[in-house]
């Protein structure tokens, strides 16, 4: 069993930057494929980011690649979103999620486990 906590949401300018990270607990955090997805009011959850466990090979969405970037600190058990050059269109609920596998994934429903989510609003 992992727990995953998201933090850093919060309310932001367009062009603005926030960085998210999602601490794990519970089982050891190295052994997890991690991902960041988001879901706006009215809208399906989607996929963001995703990173693998032991190459580091990243995938991003088209909509936020060249501004969003995923990184892992295993030691501090702990995944990163740095987002800049945010966009209104980037509000969202936006959800870490972890996989037991050493390959990263688009699919939420690949995904094991779930946080709760933070909150990213971005006014224009």
């Known amino acids: 069993q992992v727990q995953l906590v998201e933090s850093g949401g919060g309310l932001v300018q367009a062009g603005g930057s926030l960085r998210l990270s999602c601490a794990a607990s519970g089982r050891a955090f190295s052994v997890y494929a991690m991902g960041w997805f988001r879901q706006a009011p009215g809208k399906e959850r989607e996929f963001v980011t995703s990173?693998?466990?032991?190459?580091?090979?990243?995938y991003y969405a088209d909509s936020v690649k060249g501004r969003f970037t995923i990184s892992r600190e295993n030691a501090k058990n702990t995944v990163y979103l740095q987002m800049n050059t945010l966009e209104p269109e980037d509000t969202a609920v936006y959800h870490c999620?972890?996989?037991?596998?050493?390959?990263?994934?688009?699919?939420?429903?690949?995904?094991?486990?779930w946080g709760q989510g933070t909150q990213v609003t971005v006014s224009s």
């Open positions: 999620a972890a996989r037991r596998s050493y390959s990263a994934s688009r699919r939420a429903d690949e995904y094991d486990y």
């Open positions: 990173i693998s466990l032991i190459s580091g090979s990243t």
